[in-house]
């Protein structure tokens, strides 16, 4: 399942926002050695600070197993304070229908289900997870840096970037800024992919409601 | 438990300044029954003053500052150390500390600073802050607290400095350069082309201390002379002025 955690809510998902910055540490700085700001194995940025929406995968025995943050691109984006060099001097995207996805990270053991194409099945939920959480708030996009790496996983997976520039190398990576679309078709495609049999989308409801 | 760092985050997002960041956090201490914290950021080169945003008393603060006692605090030495949370406490260290280490620990004491809970601050370049929260007296409650919550205490922490880090940048006159009132007064008239004599005249102090105030804002704009001092200046204030 995927559970969808947005600000008011944080509180309620303290321990599981702690789980989310472990494991993006263990994939950014660990396994992928990115030059990430960590302390004690957790992995905390700036945009952090900018009360994201973050969508959380979450395995039948309850261990969290990926993660992506999300930030409207009215404020704010890594694309335009951090990665410009990506834009290949386009503007950035600057819109209500286009949000950002940012330290998009899986970690599965090796035996975990897998979908279609050799691509884990967790991986496809939580790629649907962004597509229903972009229908959901009528976003046309969903702007994205990432690396080539990840860009193949995407088009294997049915849901193809389209890239705004050309790939840069930024550290250690084959860095490339694109969109990736987010509409019923999509969502369609990325579900038979994926084996996944209905919404993956989890959101709190109202616990205060008396 | 949960409503604790709820509070805090909302409060944090809505903070405009380092006044509010305090107040967030001044809020939640109280939430766990705790008298103080203190979030102090030092700097990279080691040489300009590191920032303090707490609710310690004034007196104790500018005193520690003054005597720059980040250098031999042992709560700061071992927050440099590791990045590992940690608890403290008059009780609790059994370790060693020279002369000096002592003698602050019993003025930190004197103002009601005797237990806390420490979470240093690491980025990938090393140490770079830590934020305590301290009390005078040991609390069941916050002792639970600590025990269950270790890690979103360290969380709220790392939100707290990310935050900080980002809103205290765009703060008008930041830091960067971090000169006292006085040392910019003093750097201002020397611009002017007035000499320590004069700059003394001027200000009211003896021309020995205005010499003071500009050596050691030479110092920390990590110049040799005052021409470069006076340049590197109006540099900073143009660019903020921008």
């Keep these: 399942m995927i559970q969808l955690i947005t600000q008011p809510c944080y509180g309620d998902f303290s321990n599981l926002l702690v789980e989310m910055h472990q494991l993006r540490y263990r994939v950014f700085k660990t396994r992928m050695e990115w030059d990430v700001h960590v302390t004690d194995e957790l992995e905390i940025d700036e945009f952090d600070s900018l009360h994201p929406a973050y969508l959380t995968q979450i395995s039948e025995e309850g261990r969290i197993q990926g993660a992506v943050r999300l930030l409207p691109t009215l404020g704010p984006t890594m694309l335009r304070e951090t990665f410009p060099v990506l834009l290949a001097n386009r503007q950035a995207p600057s819109s ?7 330290r998009f990270a899986i970690d599965v053991p090796p035996d975990s289900p897998k979908g279609k194409h050799g691509i884990a099945r967790a991986t496809y939920e939580l790629f649907a997870g962004m597509v229903e959480f972009g229908l959901s708030r009528q976003l046309t996009d969903i702007v994205t840096v990432t690396d080539v790496r990840m860009e193949r996983i995407l088009r294997r997976a049915g849901w193809p970037l389209r890239r705004i520039g050309d790939v840069q190398n930024i550290g250690n990576t084959s860095a490339v800024a ?28 109202m616990s205060k409601a008396a | 438990m949960h409503q604790v760092f709820q509070r805090f985050i909302d409060l944090l997002s809505a903070a405009k300044d380092s006044t509010d960041l305090r107040e967030a956090i001044a809020i939640t201490a109280e939430a766990l029954d705790l008298s103080c914290f203190a979030y102090l950021a030092l700097p990279r080169n080691g040489v300009s003053k590191p920032s303090l945003i ?16 980040q250098k031999i605090d042992p709560v700061i030495v071992e927050a440099l150390r590791s990045p590992e949370p940690f608890r403290w406490g008059t009780d609790l260290d059994a370790r060693s500390h020279s002369r000096v280490q002592q003698q602050l620990l019993d003025e930190a004491s004197q103002f009601g600073i005797r237990f806390g809970f420490t979470v240093p601050i690491h980025d990938g370049h090393g140490p770079i802050a830590a934020l305590t929260f301290a009390s005078d007296h040991r609390s069941a409650s916050f002792e639970r607290y600590v025990t269950s919550n270790a890690r979103v205490l360290q969380l709220m922490a790392l939100y707290f400095h990310a935050h900080a880090r980002r809103k205290l940048r765009s703060e008008p006159g930041g830091s960067n350069l971090a000169l006292s009132p006085r040392e910019a007064e003093c750097l201002e008239w020397a611009s002017r082309g007035k000499s320590s004599w004069e700059i003394g005249r001027i200000l009211g102090i003896s021309r020995y201390t205005a010499a003071s105030y500009l050596s050691s ?24 002025r921008n």
């Design chain 1, 96 to 102: 209500p229908h286009i949000w950002e996805s940012s």
């Design chain 1, 178 to 205: 694109g969109y990736l679309e987010t509409s019923i078709e999509v969502l369609t495609r990325l579900r038979i992919a994926g084996e996944l049999t209905g919404p993956v989308l989890w959101a709190p409801v």
């Design chain 2, 217 to 240: 804002a030479k110092k920390k704009l990590g110049v040799r002379t005052v021409v470069q001092a006076a340049i590197r200046l109006a540099t900073a204030n143009k660019e903020q």
């Design chain 2, 54 to 69: 707490s609710t310690y008393p004034p007196e104790w603060t500018s005193h520690y500052l003054q005597n720059r006692y």
